[in-house]
């Protein structure tokens, strides 16, 4: 009988290497979509922000048209940045020697440039990055070749509609950061697996979700984790939830965008998301974002908000940077993964699907 030999982890190398970590910047991190922010910072025609991708830095801002662009944050002309934080503004003024641009990114006027012979203002723009607006989350790709997000991640947005029903009239209300000592992927793919929490998360494992029907499966096609799971029984939840407000009212699902976002749908229609930014080989930091309608005070967002940093990210924080000093050991030799073909919560095939992106992404 021919028995394949188990599945080993990836070698320590792809979590502290810091060439990898460079390979991945120029590479993963600049075709993939990124999340930048939210809609309702931006909602008035001239806001914008700034923000980092792959060591890039670039600006979200909305225009005349309502329609959101983003933008390398630098100017055609000498290359000094264009906007630093977050505002407001009329037009983009370089504040170098005042080159202004519409907010479509269109240069129209600078000092003097009419005195320059065949000087065509019409051929100058700034650098435009592909932009979608996925349920008001703002993701960016910096290859300009980038497929767009629905066929990344098939069917997601539909499915999100149907189980965050009012996610249209969400604002973020409370934006959790959590720096990590570990590789970015150590961060994620502690996340992207539940074999790990019935003996590390008491509080999610027996309040939120029951640990025996967690699973979680890629999706046939594109590059998409989905969790499942039920809830508790209504008396064993930390919060109230009313099970006939809808269909989904009382399932827990999430859906981990490849290869730094995650929504998640707590029972009651809850939305809250992970975002992970890396900083280095060594260091990521994990945003927990809660939301409520308008942005409004929400006391049960707001309690879950708090429950979750003190228990789950807590938990989560010791173990990842355990696993990180681990990597660094001498006596590290990559393990077998469990893989159980029923799939379930004491099975990581999920980490199996994320370490195939992982070598695809940095092996080519
Ligand atoms: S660098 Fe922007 S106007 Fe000169
Ligand atoms: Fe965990």
Redesign the pocket.
Known sequence: MNIAAPLRSLEARYYTDPSVYQNERTGLLSRTWQFSGHVSQIPNVGDYFSFEVAGQSLFCIRGRDEVIRTFYNVCQHRAHEMVTGSGNTRVVVCPYHAWTYELTGQLRAGPNIKSVPGFNREEICLTEVLTEDFHGFIFVNLDPDATSMDKWYPGVREEIAAYVPQIATLAPLEWVEVPENCNWKVSVE??SE?Y??PM??PT?ATGVIKPETYDIQPLKSGYVLRHTTECQSPEAMTYPIDLDANEHAGEYRSWFLWPMFSFQCYPGNVLNTYHWRAHGPKTCTVWRGWYSEGGVEDEVARKLAVQDRET?VE??IT?VESVQRGLNSHGYVPGPLVIDPEGGVNSEHSIAKLHQWMREAIDG
Do not use: A
């Open positions: 502690n996340y539940c790990h929490c590390n998360h999610f789950t938990e989560d173990l």
